[in-house]
Each structure stands twice: as C-alpha cells, then as structure tokens.
Nanobody, 113 residues
Framework: QVQLMESGGGLVEAGGSLRLSCVLS????????MGWYRQAPGKERELVAT???????NYAASVKGRFTISRDNAKKTVYLQMNSLKPEDTAIYYC???????WGQGTQVTVSS
C-alpha cells in the first residue's frame, strides 16, 4: 500500500522558515519524480516544486529563490525548505508521487503578517 506522510507545517511569522518532510512507504522512491503542491483557501491546487530522479529541480516563479526541494533516497523522503515566508504562502502543502494518483494528506502552513 502506497502512503505519503507529510510533516513540518505550522504557524510562522513573515520572514521566517519552515522545513516540510514527506516520507514514502510501499513503493520504490528513487526512480520517481516527487512534487510539492499547495492549495490556499478558495484557490486551485498549484505546483510549487518538483525534484526528478536525477536530482534536477523546477520551481514555481512565486517561490524561486526562497524555497528549496531536496530528496534523500535512502530515507525515501522529500523535503521542502521554505525561507523568507510570506503571508501569501499560507496554504495546505501536499506531496505527490510522480504524476500519479498518490498524494499525502497535507500539512498546514500559516504565515502571519
């Protein structure tokens, strides 16, 4: 059974930092791209960052230079380091296995102004 479990969300002041983690179980990790998405209230879910099996990365323009995605294949874990957080980063953050149907349950990030 494939499961993704996010952690690390919370409440932080603007300008602060958080590090999200997502652990995969029940599937091979190293061969898959992994993505972080977010969904703010009243908005559609959007792609924040992707890391591919070769370690290459892509970022949404809104987070480039502030967020860093990384992976540890031995731990089957993908991370999202979020720095210089802004109130508009407030959302539920989800990780996703590749482009398939497996998503985590989400972790809430709230940035106060």
């Amino acid at each position: 059974q494939v499961q993704l479990m996010e952690s690390g969300g919370g409440l932080v002041e603007a300008g602060g930092s958080l590090r999200l983690s997502c652990v995969l179980s029940g599937s091979t990790f190293s061969i898959h791209a992994m993505g972080w998405y977010r969904q703010a209230p009243g908005k559609e879910r959007e792609l924040v960052a992707t890391i591919y099996s070769d370690g290459s990365t892509n970022y949404a323009a809104s987070v480039k230079g502030r967020f860093t995605i990384s992976r540890d294949n031995a731990k089957k874990t993908v991370y999202l380091q979020m720095n210089s957080l802004k109130p508009e980063d407030t959302a539920i953050y989800y990780c996703r296995l590749g482009l398939g149907v497996y998503w985590g349950q989400g972790t809430q990030v709230t940035v106060s102004s």
